[in-house]
């Protein structure tokens, strides 16, 4: 094969390693239904909500963000604005433990008499103390108005987690223990969950980069055996 080709090969073949390893998803999102079973002021009420979590990384920690599509209570009298806030636990599993302590924003307007409570978004904070893979579940909502916890609904169904994230420890700590943000209140976007196809994907870039290096040590070995 002539000089000219083997380089251009070489070349190619470095790129597509560049491209497998920068293509390899950091996490993985999927939105669960939970039926929640809440203990209210008036009584026992229920529902389903499909929740959603999502995360940013932010320096050395990561932004997480919880959705609720649908409300899971409703107030028996009006709410008016700015008297309800939420708040939830998600539990850390995989690499890490623990909770991390989510909270939403008062309610910008009034919420009408037996009419489901909108949740909206929850924001918190994560900080890993070591770098593996580690899961997101949507844990107890409590519903704050008027002063008191006028609901606390907890997950009755054991959903699965709406995230799996491959999180990276300040100053880069390996091992197989994440540090949860229990102490660590709130803070979505663009990093989603993983469940799986995280391990197919760590591989793809572990290969990658071994191709990367094949490639440029091809290069420079066709290099030096044509100077000479």
Request: glycine share 14%.
């Amino acid at each position: 094969m002539p000089y000219r080709r083997r380089t251009a090969f070489a070349l190619v073949v470095a790129a597509a390693g560049s491209v497998v390893l920068a293509s390899a998803p950091a996490a993985q999102a999927a939105v669960v239904d939970v039926d929640y079973a809440c203990e209210t002021k008036i009584g026992p009420k229920g529902a389903v909500s499909p929740v959603d979590i999502k995360a940013v990384k932010n320096g050395g920690s990561y932004t997480l963000t919880m959705s609720f599509e649908k409300g899971v209570s409703d107030s028996p009298v009006e709410l008016p604005k700015g008297v309800m806030t939420p708040r939830a636990e998600l539990k850390v599993g995989g690499a890490g433990s623990g909770t991390v302590k989510v909270k939403g924003t008062p309610n910008t307007e009034a919420i009408p008499p037996d009419t489901p409570i909108k949740i909206g978004q929850l924001t918190g904070t994560y900080t890993p103390t070591k770098s593996g893979k580690v899961t997101f579940t949507a844990g107890t909502l409590t519903v704050h108005a008027l002063g008191m916890d006028a609901a606390v609904c907890t997950p009755k169904n054991n959903p699965r987690p709406s995230l799996e994230l491959a999180v990276t420890a300040p100053g880069g700590g390996g091992g197989a223990s994440g540090g949860g943000s229990e102490e660590t209140p709130p803070s979505g976007g663009g990093e989603l969950p993983r469940t799986g196809p995280l391990d197919s994907a760590t591989a793809l870039g572990t290969l990658g980069g071994t191709v990367l290096l094949t490639g440029a040590v091809g290069v420079l070995w066709l290099t030096r055996r044509t100077a000479r």
